[in-house]
C-alpha cells in the first residue's frame, strides 16, 4: 500500500508503517500523518496480517519502495505528532546527522509517561517508533536483518549503523506518542539471542535494562536468563553457561550502577 504526498525539496522524508492486524490503529496513525504541517514525500504502509513475515520484512519492502532522502520509521499504534515531519528535516539539515533518534512518550491511566532511554545508557534504545535514516544509510548496511521475526530488529540496525562509521543523533524535538503501549515484558529469545551474537559487550547493557526488583520477584528474569541458555532454531545456538555466566554477572554489575547513581 503506497500513500503519496507532495514533496519537491532536495531533502524529503518516506514514512514506512508496518501493520499486523490493527486497521483502527493504523487508521489513527495516518490520520495524524495526514494532519503534518509538512507533508511526506510518501508513505509506506506494508500490511503483513496475511503472511506474518515479522516487522523486519516489512520495512525491508517499505523503505525500498520509496526515493526519498530520509526514511522514518514508525509503527501502526503510534501517533506522530503534527510537527513530526518538519522536525525530522529540520534534524537533517545538518549534513553530518546520519539517523535521528526521537522521543517516545505513552500513557498509564491517562498521566503521560516518557518512554525514552535511560540517560545513561549508549546500547539500550533506538526504537522504530521514531526514528529516521539517510537513504544512503539503509543502502550501505542492507537494511534490516529479517532473522529477527520480532523484536530487537530496531536495535540491531542502529548498533550495525554505528558500526559502519555512521552516527545516530538524539532528537527529542521529534515527538512521537505511543497511546497502547503494552506494560508486560516481551520475552524473543531468538531476537535477544541474535543480539547478544551482534555485540555481546553491548547487550550487557540491554541485558542490565531487564533487571529489576519486580523481573526478581515475579520470576520474569529468571525466565529469560533460562531461555538464552536452552532456545535453539535454525538461526541461532543457545548461550553456552560460560557466556551466560559473564553477560548477566556484567548485566547485574550495570544494573546496580544505575541503581545507585553512577550511570
Known amino acids: 500500500m503506497k500513500i503519496e504526498a507532495s514533496g519537491s525539496d532536495s531533502l524529503s522524508v518516506d514514512v514506512v508503517i508496518p501493520t499486523f492486524r490493527r486497521p483502527e490503529s493504523l487508521d489513527r496513525c495516518l490520520r495524524a500523518l495526514d494532519s503534518q504541517s509538512i507533508s511526506p514525500a510518501s508513505i509506506e504502509v506494508i500490511d503483513d496480517s496475511e503472511e506474518d513475515r515479522g516487522p523486519a520484512?516489512?520495512?525491508?519492502?517499505?523503505?525500498?519502495?520509496?526515493?526519498?532522502?530520509?526514511?522514518?520509521?514508525?509503527?501502526?499504534?503510534?501517533?506522530?505528532?503534527?510537527?513530526?515531519?518538519?522536525?525530522?528535516?529540520?534534524?537533517?539539515?545538518?549534513?553530518?546527522?546520519?539517523?535521528?533518534?526521537?522521543?517516545?512518550?505513552?500513557?498509564?491511566?491517562?498521566?503521560?509517561?516518557?518512554?525514552?532511554?535511560?540517560?545513561?545508557?549508549?546500547?539500550?534504545?533506538?526504537?522504530?517508533?521514531?526514528?529516521?535514516?539517510?537513504?544512503?544509510?539503509?543502502?550501505?548496511?542492507?537494511?534490516?536483518?529479517?532473522?529477527?521475526?520480532?523484536?530487537?530488529?530496531?536495535?540491531?540496525?542502529?548498533?550495525?549503523?554505528?558500526?559502519?562509521?555512521?552516527?545516530?543523533?538524539?532528537?527529542?524535538?521529534?515527538?512521537?506518542?505511543?497511546?497502547?503501549?503494552?506494560?508486560?515484558?516481551?520475552?524473543?529469545?531468538r531476537s535477544e539471542i541474535l543480539l547478544y551474537r551482534c555485540d555481546s559487550r553491548k547487550y550487557a547493557e540491554v541485558a542490565a535494562g531487564m533487571i529489576s526488583f519486580d523481573a526478581l520477584r515475579n520470576g520474569n528474569l529468571k525466565e529469560m536468563r533460562k531461555s538464552l541458555r536452552t532456545y535453539q532454531d535454525d538461526f541461532v545456538d543457545p548461550l553456552t553457561g560460560m557466556e551466560s555466566f559473564f553477560l548477566w554477572t556484567r548485566g547485574f554489575l550495570l544494573a546496580l550502577w544505575r541503581k545507585i547513581g553512577v550511570r
Not at 525500498?64 to 509503527?75: E, L, Q, W, Y
Not at 510537527?83 to 505513552?106: H, M, P, Q, R, Y
Request: hydrophobic letters at 35%; proline letters at 5%.
Open 57 to 189: 520484512f516489512s520495512r525491508n519492502i517499505g523503505w525500498k519502495r520509496g526515493c526519498a532522502s530520509i526514511v522514518a520509521f514508525t509503527d501502526d499504534d503510534c501517533v506522530p505528532s503534527s510537527n513530526w515531519i518538519e522536525s525530522i528535516l529540520k534534524a537533517f539539515e545538518d549534513d553530518g546527522v546520519d539517523v535521528i533518534e526521537g522521543s517516545v512518550t505513552t500513557e498509564d491511566g491517562g498521566v503521560l509517561l516518557s518512554m525514552d532511554p535511560h540517560p545513561g545508557d549508549r546500547w539500550n534504545r533506538f526504537k522504530t517508533a521514531n526514528m529516521a535514516y539517510r537513504r544512503e544509510v539503509l543502502e550501505e548496511i542492507g537494511g534490516f536483518d529479517e532473522r529477527y521475526f520480532i523484536h530487537r530488529e530496531d536495535t540491531d540496525i542502529a548498533w550495525r549503523a554505528i558500526a559502519s562509521g555512521f552516527s545516530i543523533s538524539w532528537a527529542p524535538g521529534c515527538l512521537v506518542h505511543h497511546p497502547d503501549r503494552p506494560g508486560v515484558q516481551r520475552i524473543m529469545p
